[in-house]
């Protein structure tokens, strides 16, 4: 017998898998509808990469979102999850009820800056003080695209429309208000920076809290012009960098070696590791008030400002505050959630 | 005798009359704020300890400290425990509203008023007794700053004495009202006492009123609505509760906390519900429908302005299909409106609720003892039919307190309808959210986090196919609504039915829902013994209407339906819904003076349009 006969049937090597043995084709969603350019798919992309390398269960994993063009991207990224898309500045709403009926699933919700900024700025405040499990994405344009590009919230002072008109209101700063309000990881990004924002998704799928990201992710079609503060030219210009992030999960089995005078590390809920470069010297992450000043210092100089804001792993997430039992609500047994006979007799006695 | 005791002109001592035994109305006139709940609550349970079917409703301003407020106890031995129009008996405790509360009393009624009112000057066909509620309260009560709250439990033994109510029981009833709180409670039972020993030696009775022991309430239970729905979501299963504070609602989740804390904690000391007080009412419902979409029991408690809010979303909830449970206790509205007084203002925009074409199923509690059942009702409609179903309580309802048999444990299963598992999807290899499988237009759907990779679909409020994929296509589009429509319809035979009284060969039929009730049926009495008139009577219970409700009309020549509203809104929604030549034997009794409806106003309003 021959040992360079090679085995009949030896299988080609298959596609690559991740640790729970899919492939990246399962995380896949449909077909995007969006505009060619658009920032919005970058960012699908991105999510399809860090759920397939975190490993996540697609069936575990629901996508809330509200209404504008960033709403309808959950339909092109992992279909093998389920889909919410509901009202126009509600899905922080809808989100928090299916955290609540389910605690075992991941929850990454998507909204625009004027489902965020507009109409639905009074939820997505309630939403960053109660530190609800779940990534709040915000696909931030400055514009309203679905209904072709009026000015959002998050539009700058003296940013201006295709049709030349000014905008002469100041923004509304999702970051420094997800801080302030109690988020615990708050970041900024860009649709075209896809180390970083591998790096912060990742870091936030690990992270068991509020995550709030402000991704800037331009309009091709009405906000990428001249005059626009949210073209892409605008913001490779502008874009400061306030750390390199990057992140080590826990499945990886790297030691994590780092300079702390120039690193700082950050161990996640689940053991993982994001790891900030510091970029300018006295940055702390976990200094609130220091967040809030040098975002009001960015917008005065004109800075696109992106990095992991503020990080906080300690405080205590919504489910916890909540006591729930750790089997999901949705599917306890009517033994569980129907009270016996003798407690309504108890209840009718103290009535009589 | 005291002096200022008034014997009215006349008569003489009881005007002539013979005794009126356990059938009288009692309103106790105070200042918002002073105490006073207790002290009711402490006479209506004395009442209803001698056996004497009763029951408190409160009409209260819209305010915490300070405004006018009224309670009304009823006793009434035939077991009519709706408003009676009539007071027969009042305690004057507010200057305020004293000379008008006076003013408006029929002859021969009694009045017990605080001394320097005065307020024997006022009429001479009236019974009244004079108490100095400070000097009494004094020797009581040393504390000064008690002596404000303490004061109210002193008419609470004159009015014993006066109308023959048993100390013992009082005294019963103030242990209870006070069971955590031994040195209040004893400190209101010598106030109690002390009312009782003053009216003993000072007032000689004059009233025809008489509190008799009687055996008509052994076994049963005293509660007010919303703790009885609050009882019933606990045994119906509810697992997530979001709301947002808003009268006359509030006290159903407040006492569905406590009920929960105290039944739902399981052995790991974790708690089986979430609870989470909302930011608004759109976002009460929008939790809600997010519970309901991922699998949870879920439900919030609201009102008329609660309910505009949630528009938006309930026609989401409907078009996607999740279910969910809206308690809805009215009150008077448009806007603002009386937000302390009751109404059934919402029927019409609640079952049309949103914009497009959107219906949705309501429930209509009329006792207590229905709002505890229909809430297993409630939530296994809901999940059985994949949509919101909104219980139409009041406040009246709500709010009050009503006598009741215990409630009985529900029999009913938690039924949580069309979902498949991921053993159903191994088995089927997919699925199609929306297709009509089974032909009652209810489709199968599946829950995320149901580890199959065929389980997850896209939930959109935007047009779908029965796939749950993104469609503008015409036929699409149409077969989805028309499906949505052969839901309803197959709703029809699964939502509680009427419940019907019927005569002898009557020719006019009579149609009520929720509190309306307790009105009506006395009122049908006042037609057979007054006016000689038999009158059928059919008590709705559910919208959308079921078969028995067509019949009734069809039965008769004419129909009345009785309601808590100016535009008639249910009876507009039975206009759209019966054959179009019955209309014209339908006919409106509204009434929208934020009172609960009582059983004389229904009788006038009827036998005037029979021509009686």
Redesign the interface.
Same mark, same amino acid.
């Given at each position: 017998m021959s040992t360079t006969t090679t085995e009949p049937g030896a299988a080609t090597p298959g596609p690559k898998t991740n640790r729970i043995g899919l492939t990246m084709i #399962?995380y896949k969603g449909g077909k995007t509808t969006l505009c060619a350019g658009c920032g919005h798919n970058a960012i699908s992309e991105r999510i399809v990469e860090a759920m397939y390398e975190m490993g996540v #269960?697609?069936?575990?994993v629901?996508k809330?979102s509200g209404i504008g063009c960033s709403s309808k991207t959950?339909?092109y990224f992992l $279909?093998?999850?389920? $889909?919410?898309?509901?009202?126009h500045g509600?899905m922080? $709403?809808?989100?928090?009820?299916?955290? %609540?009926?389910?605690r075992? %699933?991941v929850c990454i919700g998507v909204s625009g800056d004027g489902d965020t900024a507009s109409i639905g700025i009074?939820?997505f405040?309630?939403l960053m003080r109660r530190n609800l499990p779940i990534i709040y994405i915000i696909e931030d344009n400055g514009v309203y695209g679905l209904t072709k590009g009026q000015f959002s919230a998050t539009a700058d002072l003296g940013s201006k429309l295709k049709t030349g008109v000014l905008n002469d209101l100041p923004p509304i700063d999702t970051c420094a208000l997800a801080v302030q309000l109690g988020a615990t990881f708050v970041g900024r990004s860009f649709s075209g920076d896809k180390r970083q924002l591998s790096a912060m998704l990742k870091a936030a799928i690990a992270h068991k809290g509020t995550v709030m990201l402000d991704v800037v992710s331009p309009c091709v079609t009405f906000n990428d012009h001249e005059g626009s503060t949210k073209s892409y030219k605008y913001v490779k210009e502008h874009e400061e960098v306030l750390q390199e992030v990057s992140f080590v999960p826990a499945f990886e089995d790297i030691n994590v070696e780092y300079d702390a005078g120039t690193t700082i590390d950050v161990t996640m809920h689940d053991g993982s590791h994001l790891q900030l470069r510091k970029l300018e010297e006295d940055y702390d992450p976990t200094d609130k008030v220091r967040a809030i000043t040098r975002l009001t210092e960015a917008h005065d100089k004109g800075e696109v400002l992106t990095g992991v804001f503020y990080v906080n792993t300690k405080a205590p997430n919504f489910i916890e505050m @909540?006591?729930?039992?750790?089997q !999901? %609500?949705?599917? @306890?047994p #009517?033994s569980?959630?129907? !009270?016996r006979?003798e407690? @309504?007799e108890a209840?009718?006695e103290e @009535?009589? | 005798m005291a002096t200022t005791d008034v014997v009215p002109h006349g008569a003489g001592g009881e005007l002539g009359r013979p005794r009126i035994v356990n059938d009288m109305s009692i309103q106790v006139a105070t200042v918002n704020g002073s105490g006073s709940q207790s002290s009711n609550t402490v006479l209506l349970r004395a009442i209803f300890q001698m056996g004497v079917p009763v029951s408190g409703k409160n009409m209260f301003p819209s305010n915490i400290a300070g405004l006018p407020t009224w309670y009304t106890i009823r006793a009434n031995k035939k077991g009519y425990i709706g408003r009676k129009k009539e007071i027969d008996f009042l305690v004057a405790m507010n200057p305020e509203t004293a000379h008008d509360d006076v003013k408006s009393l029929a002859p021969g009624a009694s009045v017990l008023y605080d001394e320097p009112l005065a307020l024997h000057k006022l009429r001479d066909d009236l019974v009244f007794y004079s108490v100095p509620y400070d000097k009494i309260v004094a020797t009581v009560c040393p504390e000064a700053k008690l002596r404000k709250l303490v004061k109210n439990m002193v008419y609470v033994g004159v009015v014993a004495q006066l109308l023959t109510i048993d100390m013992g029981e009082v005294e019963k009833a103030i242990r209870k009202q006070f069971a955590k709180k031994v040195k209040a409670a004893n400190l209101n039972l010598a106030a109690a006492q002390a009312g009782f020993e003053y009216a003993k030696a000072n007032l000689e009775k004059r009233g025809a009123f008489y509190i008799e022991r009687m055996n008509e309430t052994a076994g049963k239970i005293i509660i007010d609505g919303n703790s009885a729905a609050a009882l019933g979501c606990m045994f119906a299963g509810c697992t997530v509760v979001t709301w947002y504070p808003i009268t006359p609602s509030s006290s159903l989740v407040e006492t569905l906390i406590e009920y929960m804390k105290e039944y739902r904690i399981g052995p790991d000391g974790k708690a089986t519900f979430a609870i989470v007080q909302a930011e608004d009412e759109l976002a009460a419902v929008g939790m809600v429908i997010g519970a309901g979409w991922a699998g949870a029991r879920s439900m919030t408690a609201t009102a008329g302005p609660g309910i505009s809010l949630m528009s938006e979303f309930s026609g989401l909830a409907y078009y996607v299909e999740v279910p969910g449970v809206i308690w809805d206790i009215q009150r008077v509205g448009p806007s603002t409106g009386l937000p302390t007084r009751t109404s059934q203002g919402d029927i019409l925009s609640t079952a049309f609720l949103s914009h497009g074409d959107t219906k949705h199923i309501m429930l209509i509690p009329s006792s207590v003892s229905e709002c505890f059942s229909m809430a297993t009702d409630a939530f296994n409609l809901a999940e059985q039919f994949q949509t919101l179903v909104f219980v139409m309580s009041d406040l009246d309802l709500g709010m009050n307190n009503w006598m009741s048999d215990p409630f009985e444990y529900p029999t009913t299963p938690i039924k949580r309808g069309k979902v498949l598992s991921k053993e159903d999807l191994d088995r089927l290899g997919g699925f199609a959210r929306y297709k009509d499988v089974d032909g009652d237009g209810i489709g199968y759907r599946t829950l995320p986090g149901t580890p199959h990779p065929a389980a997850a679909y896209f939930a959109r409020g935007s047009g779908h196919n029965e796939k749950a994929q993104y469609s503008e296509r015409a036929d699409d589009f149409e077969r989805n609504m028309e499906r949505l429509n052969r839901k309803f319809e197959t709703a029809r035979s699964f939502v509680p039915r009427p419940e019907i009284t019927k005569g002898k060969n009557a020719k006019i039929g009579l149609i009520g829902y929720g509190t309306s009730h307790w009105g009506i049926t006395e009122s049908l009495d006042q037609l057979r013994e007054e006016y000689g008139m038999e009158v059928d009577y059919l008590r709705l219970r559910a919208y959308p209407f079921t078969r028995e409700v067509h019949e009734f009309v069809e039965q008769h020549e004419r129909v009345y339906m009785v309601e808590q509203n100016r535009d008639a809104q249910m009876l507009s929604l039975l206009k759209l819904d019966v054959k179009p030549e019955l209309i014209t034997r339908l006919r409106s009794i509204a009434h929208i003076t934020g009172l609960p409806l009582d059983a004389r106003s229904i009788t006038d309003e009827l036998t005037s349009m029979e021509g009686k």
């Open positions: #399962e #269960e697609p069936e575990f629901i809330p959950p339909a $279909s093998r999850s389920h $889909s919410f898309n509901a009202v509600r922080p $709403s809808v989100a928090t009820g299916a955290v %609540l009926a389910n075992k %699933l009074g939820q405040m309630h @909540l006591n729930m039992t750790d !999901p %609500l949705a599917t @306890l #009517e569980v959630t129907r !009270p006979k407690a @309504l209840a009718m @009535l009589r | -």
